[in-house]
T-cell receptor, first 116, second 110 residues
Framework: DTGVSQDPRHKITKRGQNVTFRCDPISEHNRLYWYRQTLGQGPEFLTYFQNEAQLEKSRLLSDRFSAERPKGSFSTLEIQRTEQGDSAMYLC??????????????FGQGTRLTVV | DAKTTQPNSMESNEEEPVHLPCNHSTISGTDYIHWYRQLPSQGPEYVIHGLTSNVNNRMASLAIAEDRKSSTLILHRATLRDAAVYYCILRDLRGNQFYFGTGTSLTVIP
């Protein structure tokens, strides 16, 4: 297993269209996180999962955003009716529960979304 | 939501040591101090973490103040490949969400 994989790497879409991103975490990692990053800023937390359960959603995650992790493995992040303000890098990370807590988070290379 | 503060930018000459500071005055007893770095057009990459004692690994050293309200990431010999944004993050044992600040952009001068 080579790490967290995100697909696609780049997406250009027209305003108003729906987009879906996929994240494949490292095998057996229980926790999966989604972040969004705009130019010059640090990543902003969006949501995270413990296996298939979505534990927390940021207030940044409007009702146009939905995330799932149906079988506790890969996850999808969907944005409906995209707006230009949604243009950003969307990052996925995963970590593994160990005896004393969780391992460090491993990040994917991200999906860069451009809304035109 | 970020609980850490870092300088926006720092510069270092190649092959010299770099000390990147971070303040986290509201740290709780269960928070670990994590450092990540992000190269251009890539996702963040784990560097090191610690709780109370200083830590060393192949990438860097982490020096933690006795009161745990600040820490310093030490790169012993900066290379051009160390040019990145470095983030200091607090993360608890429960693996909950964690928050990034704006980080420190490190420039390495040849």
């Amino acid at each position: 297993d080579t790490g967290v994989s995100q697909d696609p790497r780049h997406k250009i879409t027209k305003r108003g269209q729906n987009v879906t991103f996929r994240c494949d975490p490292i095998s057996e990692h229980n926790r999966l996180y989604w972040y969004r990053q705009t130019l010059g800023q640090g990543p902003e937390f969006l949501t995270y999962f413990q296996n298939e359960a979505q534990l927390e959603k940021s207030r940044l995650l409007s009702d146009r955003f939905s995330a799932e992790r149906p079988k506790g493995s890969f996850s999808t992040l969907e944005i409906q009716r995209t707006e230009q303000g949604d243009s950003a890098m969307y990052l996925c990370a995963s970590s593994l529960r160990v005896k004393r807590g969780f391992t460090e988070a491993f990040f994917g290379q991200g999906t860069r979304l451009t809304v035109v | 939501d970020a609980k850490t503060t870092q300088p926006n930018s720092m510069e270092s000459n190649e092959e010299e040591p770099v000390h990147l500071p971070c303040n986290h005055s509201t740290i709780s007893g269960t928070d670990y101090i994590h450092w990540y770095r992000q190269l251009p057009s890539q996702g963040p990459e784990y560097v090191i973490h610690g709780l109370t004692s200083n830590v060393n690994n192949r990438m860097a050293s982490l020096a933690i103040a006795e009161d745990r309200k600040s820490s310093t990431l030490i790169l012993h010999r900066a290379t051009l490949r160390d040019a990145a944004v470095y983030y200091c993050i607090l993360r608890d044992l429960r693996g909950n969400q964690f928050y990034f600040g704006t980080g420190t952009s490190l420039t390495v001068i040849p």
